[in-house]
């Protein structure tokens, strides 16, 4: 059974950090690109950062470059997500997902509030 596990959400004040998992499970993980979504209140899912099964790829959105970082731990099934300088409008569901080729994988979203 697939399971992609969102953890690290919080309240956070502005300026702070937090720190997000999605721990995976089965399907093998290192074949997969793997991918932060956030979704705001009133807004679409929009992607915030992915990386490839290697991790020699990396995208940003723009509107977190230079704040979020994205990373893999293939041996332990984990992607992360370490944000900081965090602003109001980072406020959302966050999201990690799983693709390669035609098929991907969601998880069910850890909440990220962040307080001005």
């Known amino acids: 059974q697939v399971q992609l596990v969102e953890s690290g959400g919080g309240l956070v004040q502005a300026g702070g950090s937090l720190r997000l998992s999605c721990a995976a499970s089965?399907?093998?993980?290192?074949?997969?690109?793997m991918s932060w979504y956030r979704q705001g209140p009133g807004k679409e899912r929009e992607l915030v950062a992915s990386?490839?099964?290697?991790?020699?790829?990396?995208n940003y959105a723009d509107s977190v470059k230079g704040r979020f970082t994205i990373s893999r731990d293939n041996a332990k099934n984990t992607v992360y997500l370490q944000m900081t300088s965090l602003k109001p409008e980072d406020t959302a569901v966050y999201y990690c997902?799983?693709?390669?080729?035609?098929?991907?994988?969601w998880g069910q979203g850890t909440q990220v509030t962040v307080s001005s």
């Open positions: 997902k799983a693709t390669r080729l035609w098929v991907e994988y």
């Open positions: 089965g399907f093998t993980f290192s074949s997969y690109v």
């Open positions: 990386i490839v099964n290697t991790g020699g790829s990396i």
